[in-house]
């Protein structure tokens, strides 16, 4: 593997992606640390700090996690790349509902860019909702539950306005950027950036259980090598149906007749399940945290006591149930089998003891169905372990960003294995040894 950097760091193509690449991940780490305009950082730390130590903000945790701690600093950046994420899964699910889009996805590179048009005109205008909305929790003090004010001008709405343009303007700086390492840099841009993010939260946590004692720290060490290494087998199993095309004879030459494979992997849906049950368990607690503080009834008890503590069992029952079904859900609507089959039929590819058509995408389906059982199972345990973890050791800071499982490991995993590939394919395209063997 050292020789293989080596080799991409003495092509120079390669070695000039790999420099621009870490230097827009600097300035996205340095933007990410810089306060907004009109915030009070000195309060904002030791609310921050209340905030941890009190267990409340989880409702924040998880956009705060994909900002890289940005968020509840008020920063430039402190809406991170959530509404972007937002924004293409809306169009990708658009896609299904609506024909226009539809079209659009079967048009090849044009209606891609199109869609790529719209993906960020709502970026833009969800990252304006957005910050509107943690500017007005920041006034009102529900942001951190603090009673510091974290405003220096808290009655201005002149300021209200140049935090919101700010907040905005940070999103879609951070969109550029993703776009930039995808087109000049080693690709993947937002999920790079996203992956960065996350990272950057991991020498808190790992200092903070440290803190705790060394046996719980090489405890944790341990689980999170078992838990990644069963991520990467995981995320690499696949399911490969044999593909066989017949031959046929155009002009004087015979085409056809190869034989390939359709890869459906365990793991169809990626990480999107447990962003949406993420982001559906918040709605009870973001309801309640408006609410305010008046007297509690027996729902709201139930609520508080049962759906929003993370260290609940119903909570973590409710929270697997939601990924399984979401993960479901999104492969149905992203893979279509009726699709595939006709696919192979135009080119004359059918599957060895399937009848081409109907019966191929029944075939389809059904081993897709069984498929998506394991790789949901394996999506929520890895989601819930953290809550599971916190729930048997006590509460400890927030479950959503236990260092050993749930999105965070989900995403810097896949983020890697896919980077490598990227670096892979382009060190076999100069005849140059991989990283993989």
């Known amino acids: 593997m050292l020789k293989a950097f080596g080799s991409a ?62 968020l509840l600093q008020l920063s430039v950046f402190a809406l991170g790349i959530m509404p972007y994420i937002t924004a293409s899964i809306i169009v990708q699910l658009l896609g299904v509902v609506i024909p226009r889009f539809a079209l659009l996805k079967k048009e090849g590179q044009s209606g891609q860019a199109k869609l790529t048009q719209y993906t960020r005109y709502l970026t833009i205008a969800l990252a304006v909702l957005q910050a509107t909305g943690i500017v007005a929790l920041a006034r009102s003090g529900q942001l951190l539950q603090c009673a510091d004010p974290i405003l220096a001008n808290p009655d201005s709405i002149f300021q209200y306005a140049i935090l919101v343009i700010a907040m905005t303007a940070g999103a879609t700086l951070i969109m550029w950027f993703g776009e930039l390492v995808t087109e000049r840099g080693i690709g993947n841009g937002m999920s790079l950036l996203m992956a960065t993010s996350i990272a950057a939260r991991i020498p ?19 689980l999170a090598l078992i838990v990644i290494v069963t991520v990467v087998f995981v995320e690499q199993a696949q399911r490969r149906i044999p593909v066989q095309y017949a031959k046929k004879m155009i002009g004087r030459k015979m085409y056809g007749g190869t034989s390939t494979y359709l890869p459906l992997k365990v793991n169809q849906a990626g990480v999107i399940p447990v962003i949406f049950a993420s982001s559906l368990l918040y709605i009870p607690q973001l309801i309640t945290q408006l609410m305010g ?39 149905a609507i992203t893979f279509n089998p009726e699709e595939r089959a006709d696919e192979m039929k135009r080119y004359g590819g059918f599957i060895p003891g399937i009848r081409p058509g109907r019966p191929t995408a029944e075939y389809l389906q059904y081993v897709l169905s069984r ?15 953290p809550n599971m973890l916190t729930s048997l050791a006590g509460p400890s800071g927030s479950a959503q960003n236990f260092p050993v499982g749930g999105v965070a490991v989900l995403i810097l995993v896949g983020v890697a294995l896919e980077t490598v590939k990227q670096i892979e394919s382009q060190l076999q395209q100069r005849n140059y040894e991989g990283f993989l063997r």
């Open 9 to 70: 760091f003495r092509t120079p193509d390669l070695r000039n992606k790999i420099l621009f690449t870490l230097a827009i991940v600097a300035l996205y780490r340095i933007g990410a640390q810089m306060p907004a305009p009109g915030v009070l950082l000195g309060n904002i730390k030791q609310c921050v700090d209340d905030a941890t130590g009190s267990g409340s903000g989880d409702i924040y945790s998880l956009v705060n996690l994909f900002s890289g701690g940005a």
């Open 204 to 222: 808190a946590e790992g200092a903070s259980i440290a803190s705790q004692g060394q046996v719980l720290l090489w405890s944790m060490i341990a």
């Open 293 to 331: 503080t008046e007297e509690a009834g027996p729902v709201r008890r139930f609520f508080e006591n049962y759906i929003i503590n993370m260290t609940s069992w119903v909570h973590i029952v409710l929270y697997l149930a939601l990924i399984v079904f979401f993960a479901y859900f999104y492969v």
């Open 371 to 385: 498929i998506t059982l394991p790789g949901a199972l394996y999506l929520g345990v890895v989601a819930i372990l």
